[in-house]
């Protein structure tokens, strides 16, 4: 798997560079426009995995590069594997990147004149918790996104998965509203959502990470019986 | 003489295409050809023997093992192939530095130095983009990749086509280089049947999904010839051969006839007044798959 993972962050070596400097310079405009760190922060977090999962994805469909893969010393599942591993380290890296991003805004805006920027992007008035809460926010979408796209991607490829992506997780989105606006459900979440943010958080890293597994699991078996 | 790699009897259908009882070997010390026109196989059955597709029936081995059973020692048996495919197929936004960064990821026995020697010989620079190279420079690279990590075992599919017939003499230099470890061996698939003049050992033919012929490249090329026929011998050739009628194969040629004919002199001895000339793989494999029996 360690080969499947090096493979995909190689591939994604050479833009990332480009990815993170356009995201940084995107965000710091949201934020002077929202007049908020924590808007920035959820563009810096979210843009570069999403563009990173799609991208990554359509590579494997360019000349024949997923045929060649499977010469090489690579497991099927392993690819699979691989690639859920190599979202997460993207994943990750987004997080570090939007936090330092939010710093350096925040210090930015603290040595500007004052009146000059909104008092919401400075770093002496941030809301740190929030922002982690945001960060945190972010991830989870990230995670469940790719736990929804990943099986269908590995499984249609880049081109047929695309569409139906789009289907099924508008179907999953409006099954969860479903559920949380429902009477059984509603209180439970009301609950949920009024405790302390870490909890909700750490809760919801739980589910999220045992989603994520599941449908690396899965991916790894649709993987292995398509035709490439 | 150990296999390297086995066919027996592998079949694998596909909406409106069907391989159907291929059997071939690829033992160690030899060079096997696989030519047939397009669409006839040959990726297919290259598929199948590397384990990436999963066969109706039959038996695969690669280096001892069944590529699709497999499992994780599949990962050890690739450590032991180089493949290259008819395309470079190395993502664009790397570059070529990037592609011994990979090697050296996936493979045990990288030899990054054997990598960067064949880059200079190729003129590769360490920097270029994927996406600059030319189809000629790509295959170059993929070729470069396959050799640096040591291989036991080439399969290459169209590995020459797009390469200048400069570079391709090269190709087929380092390729004779390989080859003289005794235990090495190569499956090469290729419409360029003179480079499989020059370094094959045995030539088989895949025409719709089947095998055409498997023989030597000396019963092809030494012993096999086109007798130059006109139109009034064949009737004469027919009867008097020595093989079964329906053995021969002809094709119309002009006024005259081309007949393929196992064995050249024989032939000539028989009918000495019909000149004979010695067949190319080419020759052999059109009159084989394009003629009409004699």
């Excluded at chain 1, 990554?56 to 599942?77: H, V």
């Excluded at chain 2, 390297?4 to 060079?31: E, N, W």
């Excluded at chain 2, 020059?198 to 055409?212: K, N, P, Q």
């Excluded at chain 2, 030494?222 to 053995?247: M, N, T």
Aim: aromatic content about 6%.
């Amino acid at each position: 798997m360690k080969a499947m993972v090096f493979s995909d962050l190689i591939t994604a070596r050479n833009s990332l560079g480009a990815l993170l400097g356009i995201t940084v310079f995107v965000a710091a405009f949201i934020a002077v426009g929202s007049g908020t760190l924590l808007v920035a922060a959820a563009c810096m977090t979210a843009m570069v995995p999403f563009m990173y999962l799609f991208s990554i994805s359509a590579y494997d469909e360019q000349n024949g590069w997923e045929r060649f893969r499977l010469t090489l010393p690579i497991s099927r599942r392993q690819v699979a594997y691989g690639r859920y591993l190599s979202m997460l380290i993207i994943t990750g890296i987004a997080v570090i990147v939007s936090l330092l991003g939010c710093v350096a805004l925040g210090l930015v805006a603290d040595v500007l004149p004052a009146g000059m920027v909104a008092e919401g992007l400075m770093l002496s008035h941030a809301d740190v918790e929030a922002i982690l809460v945001v960060v945190m926010a972010v991830v989870l979408m990230l995670l469940f996104s790719a736990a929804f796209t990943l099986p269908l991607v590995l499984r249609f490829g880049m081109t047929r998965g695309a569409r139906i992506v789009p289907v099924v997780l508008m179907l999953a989105l409006s099954a969860i509203m479903v559920l949380a606006g429902s009477d059984a459900a509603a209180p439970g979440v009301q609950e949920l959502l009024s405790g302390p943010h870490a909890l909700i958080m750490a809760g919801a890293f739980i589910v999220m990470l045992v989603l994520y597994g599941a449908s690396a699991w899965l991916s790894g078996r649709l993987y292995e019986h398509r035709d490439i | 003489m150990d296999v390297l790699m086995r066919a027996v009897d592998v079949s694998k259908r596909y909406d409106g295409f069907m391989l159907d009882d291929i059997s071939l070997s690829v033992p160690a010390g030899t060079v096997v050809g696989l030519v047939g026109s397009n669409g006839s196989g040959k990726t297919t059955t290259i598929k199948a023997l590397l384990g990436m597709i999963e066969v109706d029936g039959g038996i695969i081995e690669l280096l001892g093992c069944d590529p699709v059973a497999a499992g994780a020692q599949l990962d050890a048996v690739k450590q032991r192939v180089g493949v290259v495919l008819d395309t470079c197929a190395f993502p664009v936004t790397m570059r070529v530095r990037d592609v011994a960064t990979l090697g050296r990821g996936a493979y045990a026995h990288w030899d990054g130095a054997r990598f960067v020697q064949l880059c200079e010989r190729f003129e590769l620079a360490a920097k270029k983009p994927v996406k600059d190279l030319s189809r000629g420079m790509g295959m170059k690279l993929t070729l470069a990749f396959a050799l640096a990590h040591q291989p036991q075992v080439l399969v290459l599919d169209e590995a020459t086509a797009g390469l200048d017939p400069l570079a391709r003499e090269e190709v087929l230099d380092i390729l004779c280089s390989f080859m003289e470890e005794q235990d090495h061996a190569i499956l090469m698939s290729t419409h360029i049947t003179t480079d499989l003049e020059r370094i094959a050992d045995e030539v088989v033919c895949i025409a719709d999904g089947r095998i055409a012929f498997r023989l030597s490249k000396e019963a092809i090329c030494d012993e096999a010839g086109i007798a130059r026929c006109r139109a009034a011998d064949k009737e004469r050739i027919a009867s008097a051969s020595v093989l079964p009628r329906g053995a021969l194969r002809m094709m119309q040629r002009g006024m005259g006839i081309d007949v393929l004919v196992p064995d050249r002199f024989a032939f000539g001895r028989t009918f000495p007044d019909i000149p004979v000339d010695r067949a190319s793989i080419e020759d052999y494999m059109t009159i084989a798959l394009k003629g009409e029996a004699l």
